[in-house]
């Protein structure tokens, strides 16, 4: 829709003069000249092909079309004040939106989202839970953090946390029938499957055993949920060391054996290089990389 305007700076010297009724005040409000004042005042009135002002020997007075025409002006640049400071302040606080992948967000994220707010209490998270990389372009999202091998062209990527893939298991199958001692054990067991990247076969052969059916046992889409069911004593899972570092700090799982894969892949901080300057934005990533320097 086509809007006939005129031009921004005409109205600000016309509403600052129309409220002091003075030319001088509206100059010394705007930090600009009297003359400027004036020409802006001018170009107004000649635009709109209306006097707005009555100029009286040390007085200045307001016409018919003046008297009309300031409510609605005042009105207008109320609003776009209150609208560019709303804004201001959302981009400063307000709600910052993270995308990042459900088990992430699940195991490592939100167990120490309490820390964040007690920092910036002003400050409200959304956490976009997805399995697929975020489009900025489309979606309302300030920060991603993403697993994968680094490479999302034209964004800025941070690493944040890398990973090693080890076993995991309930402490109650260190003990019992068949215990699990050495990695030969594992053909008594269930094996625990996940979808992402994550091989027990490769690892067995790491290890150097065989005999273990590798494609056996449960299998999950999300990592999450390949860790609850260890938890729950359903099997032994091949972990993430990011994931379950809170598991085993916390006794709900523990370590089994010594052979680890070193993974290839790791957690990314992900967004455009111009988002990195907002101050939410900046806040949650000195945050974030202060909370992986703990790990």
Not at 149 to 169: A, H, K, S
Not at 275 to 284: D, N, Q
Request: charged fraction near 25%; glycine fraction near 6%; hydrophobic fraction near 45%.
């Amino acid at each position: 829709m086509s809007r006939r305007l005129p031009p921004l700076n005409a109205l600000r010297a016309f509403e600052a003069a129309a409220r002091h009724l003075s030319f001088t005040k509206a100059a010394e409000e705007l930090h600009v000249t009297q003359a400027a004042v004036s020409h802006q005042i001018k170009a107004l009135e000649e635009w709109l092909g209306l006097p707005l002002f009555r100029r009286m020997n040390r007085a200045l007075a307001l016409t018919e079309a003046g008297q009309s025409y300031l409510p609605p002006v005042r009105e207008a640049m109320d609003t776009l004040s209150q609208a560019t400071d709303r804004l201001i302040r959302a981009d400063s606080s307000g709600t910052l939106t993270i995308s990042t992948m459900p088990s992430f967000a699940s195991k490592w994220l939100v167990p120490r989202l309490v820390r964040f707010q007690k920092r910036h209490p002003d400050m409200d998270v959304r956490v976009h839970s997805t399995a697929q990389v975020v489009d900025f372009a489309r979606h309302d999202v300030d920060l991603a953090i993403r697993f994968g091998n680094g490479l999302w062209p034209d964004l800025r990527v941070e690493r944040l946390l890398t990973e090693d893939i080890f076993p995991v298991g309930h402490p109650s199958l260190l003990s019992g029938k068949r215990p699990l001692v050495n990695p030969e054990d594992l053909r008594h067991h269930t094996l625990l499957h996940d979808d992402y990247n994550i091989s027990w076969a490769v690892w067995c052969r790491v290890a150097g055993i065989e005999g273990v059916d590798t494609e056996r046992g449960l299998r999950f889409d999300d990592s999450s949920f390949t860790l609850q069911a260890a938890i729950n004593g359903h099997g032994i899972a091949l972990a993430r060391g990011v994931l379950v570092a809170d598991d085993i700090a916390a006794g709900r799982l523990v370590r089994l054996f010594d052979v680890r894969l070193p993974g290839s892949l790791a957690y990314y901080v992900v967004a455009p290089q111009h988002y990195f300057s907002r101050p939410k934005v900046k806040a949650f990533y000195d945050w974030l990389f202060e909370e992986a320097g703990a790990v």
